[in-house]
């Protein structure tokens, strides 16, 4: 603990951001008063986003939760009544105990992501607790899953750039990732690199703030983005911009590949994309004429049924060209896999007995409503399933079964908390003990607490081993002190990058640099150690072997494909429920061609009804020519309003993407009409 009550001290970001900054915690009389980037890291360098900046407003918050409470209301009516921790345990280890003993363990259902990145509270004791009692397991597939893998059959795992180096690239594109909101430590390095002469392509279906920011912005039809980067490749093969040494030495399948792209021919990929012929070899030219040239992957791309396919063919395109060679060339999807830690010490697999059955996260509503045998319980940590997970409206039935014991643990009372039988107040990251390994840049960091617990909270770490004791488990693994879990987790020689990071070198020093090496030359982690443009892997999983654009599923025929994306003040819906971030980004928009609204009577200011055969909400029009006709788009997961209608995930489908279970938010269609009152 840094008890002292006065002075600056050194912290990490904890949210589920890429950006993972180093920050300068200023206490005054026991209290943050200030936070700041720390100008010492050297990928923050002293910057940090408007969200954190304003943390204090967050973790002061009075509508934070101090104490346990169980519920007195109906589900979903928020009415509550103050507990002691005794009663909450023992009311909760009560019901698992009688249900484990009657229905079996797999009954139970913890649910949970990353509202903290913080490794142990995050994917750690509450492994080890919930393999120990042999619970279902959850597949964790909400967020970067589909792309991961696509990622992966081309480059072997979750290994790309190391973005310091980028400020070296000539020419960067932003492909399917509104970085200035979600990213913006890459935006700072792009625009060093835009001062050594870089050029700056932005590929979106939206033109929002990272578009704005371009040199050059292509305005791109959902979906189909697999087929530009193919359009992109038949130009880069037909006029000899591919390195024939690099991909003779790198990778397997480029004569396979040369033959599949004639295909797709600029013709036929402008009419899929809505890209113009001449934009796809304007773009084809400078990239395959300008080295170095970085790709930053976003995770837009990926949250549709095609998105692993996608993300595993736009990562062919720096094979190809041979842009793994240069410094700041190359690209990231996620740098995840560097900085890999001693998962199975920390997870503890082995305290399972048998199997338990596996239950993707996005498709929770089905999972409580239909599956058999059913779920009784659920513990809810770290995220807020009622808002953030697709198809809200099958989640929010599944939530009021009469017959589903549901827990939460968070620092609000968040639409899913209204629906538990008992809330735990959660402290924040800054008040726990946890490490923080960034899936973008390549630092680590140990966070001590800075300030003591709020009220009566308490940390996942804590919880789950007054859990563990209440059940009556014996196991010591599930007693573990917080700095012995960190020490199993980044103890590993298996990964030799980690070797200079200690539990002491993390208390001497703010944040530590992973000994990363550059990925070529080098065995990559596919099967043939190479990058693999043809994947006998895929084929043999019933995918094309070959990077393919598959057509988006269609599920109706109404007249816009919409996009719920994130927006700049929140981190999901975290931020939602304080009024300064939810004031900062002013009220939940739909952002819709101008022609299309006209031809529907709406106008810029007005409240449009958004609806399909899932569910409807209501937004506030913005009409102009950021998004193509028959695109509409919103941004942010907002908190429940009085009266409002503004959880967009009631119209978000539950189906699951081509690749490791994920989501696609990005890829269902709507209707939009004038809001009845108006
Ligand atoms: N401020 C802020 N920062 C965040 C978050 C947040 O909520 N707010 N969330 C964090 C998390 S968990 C994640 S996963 C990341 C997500 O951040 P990003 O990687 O930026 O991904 P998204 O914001 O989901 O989508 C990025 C862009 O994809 C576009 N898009 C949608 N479909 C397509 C398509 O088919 N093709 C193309 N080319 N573009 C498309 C959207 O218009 C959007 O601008 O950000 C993290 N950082
Ligand atoms: N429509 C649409 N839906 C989306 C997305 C989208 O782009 N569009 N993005 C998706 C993506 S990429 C992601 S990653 C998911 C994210 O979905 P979630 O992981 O659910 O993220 P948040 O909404 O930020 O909720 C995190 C919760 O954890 C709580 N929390 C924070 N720290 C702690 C802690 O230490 N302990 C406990 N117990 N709780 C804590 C926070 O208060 C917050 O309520 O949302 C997905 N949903
Ligand atoms: S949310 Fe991202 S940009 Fe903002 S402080 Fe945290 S890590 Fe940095
Ligand atoms: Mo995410």
């Not at 840094?2 to 589920?16: H, K, W, Y």
């Not at 104490?67 to 698992?96: C, H, M, N, Q």
Request: charge should be negative.
């Amino acid at each position: 603990m840094r008890d002292e009550p006065n002075g600056v001290f050194p912290s990490v970001c904890p949210l589920d951001c890429p950006d993972q900054c180093g920050l300068l915690l200023h206490k005054q009389d026991g209290k943050i008063v200030k936070i700041e980037g720390d100008p010492n890291h050297p990928v923050t360098q002293g910057a940090i986003c408007n969200k954190v900046r304003n943390m204090t407003a967050r973790i002061y918050d009075e509508k934070r939760l101090a104490y346990p409470l169980k519920r007195v209301g109906a589900k979903g009516e928020g009415r509550f009544e103050r507990i002691s921790w005794d009663e909450a345990i023992k009311t909760i280890t009560d019901r698992w105990k009688s249900l484990i003993a009657s229905e079996g363990p797999e009954s139970i259902l913890p649910y949970s992501f990353y509202g903290n990145m913080g490794r142990i509270g995050t994917e750690g004791m509450d492994r080890r607790f919930f393999n120990r009692m042999g619970a279902s397991r959850l597949l964790y597939a909400i967020c970067e899953s589909a792309g991961t893998e696509g990622y992966a059959y081309t480059m072997g795992s979750s290994f790309g750039t190391d973005p310091e180096t980028t400020p070296q690239a000539k020419l960067i594109i932003m492909w399917g990732i509104n970085a200035v909101s979600t990213n913006m430590h890459q935006v700072m390095l792009a625009e060093q690199a835009r001062k050594n002469g870089a050029q700056i392509v932005v590929i979106d279906a939206h033109r929002n703030q990272t578009g704005r920011w371009a040199d050059w912005f292509i305005p791109i039809l959902p979906g189909t983005d697999a087929a530009l980067a193919l359009g992109l490749m038949h130009i880069l093969f037909a006029e000899g911009l591919v390195d024939e040494a690099f991909m003779q030495e790198h990778t397997i399948g480029h004569e396979e590949l040369r033959t599949h792209v004639q295909q797709y021919d600029p013709a036929t990929v402008s009419a899929i994309t809505g890209v113009p012929e001449a934009d796809i070899y304007r773009l084809a030219r400078l990239y395959g004429g300008t080295t170095p040239a970085f790709i930053r992957i976003g995770n837009g791309i990926q949250h549709h049924d095609n998105g692993g396919m996608c993300v595993r063919t736009i990562a062919c395109l720096p094979a190809v060209t041979g842009q793994w060679q240069y410094p700041g060339g190359g690209a990231i999807k996620g740098n995840g896999a560097y900085l890999e830690h001693n998962v199975t010490a920390l997870q503890r697999p082995d305290l399972r007995e048998g199997h338990a059955r596996q239950v993707n996260m996005n498709l929770l509503g089905s999972a409580l409503l239909e599956l058999d045998p059913p779920i009784y319980a659920m513990y809810v940590y770290n995220s807020n399933p009622a808002l953030v997970a697709p198809s809200a409206n099958k989640v929010k039935e599944g939530l009021l079964r009469d017959d589903l014991f549901t827990v939460v643990h968070d620092l609000f009372l968040t639409e899913t908390a209204k629906y538990a039988d008992i809330v735990l107040p959660a402290t924040s990251s800054w008040e726990n003990t946890d490490f923080y390994r960034s899936y973008w840049h390549h630092y680590v960091q140990l966070q001590l607490p800075v300030i003591s617990a709020y009220g009566e909270s308490k940390s996942n770490v804590e919880v789950f081993r007054l859990l563990a004791a209440a059940m009556g488990y014996e196991e010591e693994a599930l007693y573990e002190t917080e700095e012995t879990l960190i020490r199993q987790a980044i103890d590993y020689p298996r990964n030799p990058a980690l070797a200079d990071i200690t539990y002491e070198t993390l208390l001497e020093q703010s944040f530590i640099k992973a000994g990363v090496k550059p990925l070529f030359p080098g065995r990559l982690r596919t099967p043939s150690g190479k990058i693999e443009l043809y994947s006998r892997q895929m084929e043999l999983k019933g995918y094309p072997p070959l990077p393919t654009y598959i057509p988006l599923p269609e599920d109706s025929d109404l007249p816009f494909r919409f996009i719920p994306a994130p927006n700049h003040n929140f981190l999901n819906s975290t931020f939602a429920h304080n009024e300064k971030h939810a004031r900062m980004e002013k009220a939940p928009k739909l952002h819709m061609h101008e022609a299309d609204a006209e031809a529907l009577g709406l106008a810029s200011g007005e409240l449009a009804r958004v609806w399909n055969e899932r569910g409807e909400c209501e937004l506030i029009v913005v009409t102009g020519q950021d998004v193509m006709r028959g695109v509409v788009v919103s941004q942010g997961l907002w908190a429940d309003q009085p009266g409002g209608k503004t959880r967009v995930n009631a119209l978000t489908p539950d189906r699951v993407a081509d690749m490791g279970g994920g989501a696609v938010f990005f890829s269902g269609r709507v209707n939009v009409e004038k809001a009845a009152g108006q």
